[in-house]
């Protein structure tokens, strides 16, 4: 990490204990401006777990005033993200009707590679292992930012993330949407390290096939 | 093609790879194959981009409304 990135950070967590100092002393404005700054990712991680956005939009209510309860207590032990964002999760899983299935299982079940195996040289082969001629992947073009193209990628993306498994969805979601890094996330979802990598990777894997895909059939 | 790295193993390490989370042997085992090879040199690229589309992805947006209701609980609350 640059030398900025860790003073950009000591300030943004300096910042925002002030906040919460505030928000102790019942501040308004501290509270609205932690609103501003936490709800749109709290909505979007709700919305992993349940199916209408006024539901998700109950269930991050329901963790502000969780967090307006508990506040007295807040030691700042763990950031007041990952204590929302936990408590959020505990809220959402209740309220959620979508399909779940545990986080182990999830990974157990999987067996195989992220890759079709057929894209791959057969163990006969003089180079097992190694890419088929006709299956080379060939770069994803250059997208700048706004073109139709780009805006087609990101919506091809975004409808594929929705199709994940929960967990790998949460996963994907926070490390690569909302930024948190990969401690954030696995004391958020309560998951191991090696956990963590599986499912983040599963769920790229998942959404570059059909990136591939989509630019294959668009040529 | 003589890395003792086949493409269908460098390709599940990819995310351990950008995490920065391979040991120094097998990051420098990725790193020369990613040299000669150019399928999984394009499969990294792809990768990131993909990790990049994701991040474009709009977050969510605060409903005027619902941004009210919050600040309503907050006086309620206090």
């Known amino acids: 990490m640059t030398g900025y990135a860790v003073a950009e950070m000591t300030r943004a967590t300096g910042e925002e204990a002030a906040l919460v100092a505030a928000l102790k002393d019942g501040d308004e404005a501290a509270f609205a401006e932690l609103v501003d700054r936490h709800t749109p990712s709290m909505l979007r991680v709700a919305r992993g777990y349940v199916r209408s956005h006024e539901t998700a939009e109950e269930v991050v209510q329901e963790a502000w005033i969780a967090l307006l309860k508990g506040i007295g207590k807040f030691e700042g032990r763990s950031s007041l993200r990952t204590w929302l964002f936990t408590v959020l999760i505990n809220i959402a899983k209740t309220r959620g009707t979508r399909d779940r299935r545990d986080t182990d299982v999830e990974i157990l079940a999987f067996t195989g590679g992220t890759v079709d195996p057929a894209r791959f040289r057969p163990a006969n082969d003089r180079y097992p292992g190694h890419w088929r001629q006709d299956e080379v992947p060939a770069p994803f073009p250059d997208t700048p930012e706004g073109s139709v193209l780009g805006n087609e990628l990101v919506a091809v993306a975004q409808r594929e993330l929705e199709k994940l498994p929960e967990n790998q969805r949460l996963v994907v979601t926070m490390r690569d949407m909302l930024d948190l890094d990969s401690a954030e996330v696995r004391e958020v979802l309560d998951i191991s390290v090696a956990n963590q990598r599986v499912l983040l990777h599963r769920g790229r894997a998942a959404v570059r096939q059909v990136l591939e895909d989509y630019l294959r059939e668009s040529k | ?78």
Do not use: W
């Open chain 2, 1 to 78: 093609m003589k890395s003792d790295m086949d493409c269908n193993q460098l390709v599940e390490l990819v995310t351990a790879y950008l995490d920065g989370s391979l040991d120094s042997k097998t990051r420098a085992r990725f790193d020369e194959h990613l040299l000669e090879c150019e399928g999984c040199e394009n499969y990294l690229q792809q990768f990131r981009g993909t990790v990049d589309t994701v991040g474009k992805i709009d977050t969510a947006t605060i409903d005027p409304a619902f941004r009210d209701r919050l600040l309503n609980a907050f006086r309620e609350f206090r």
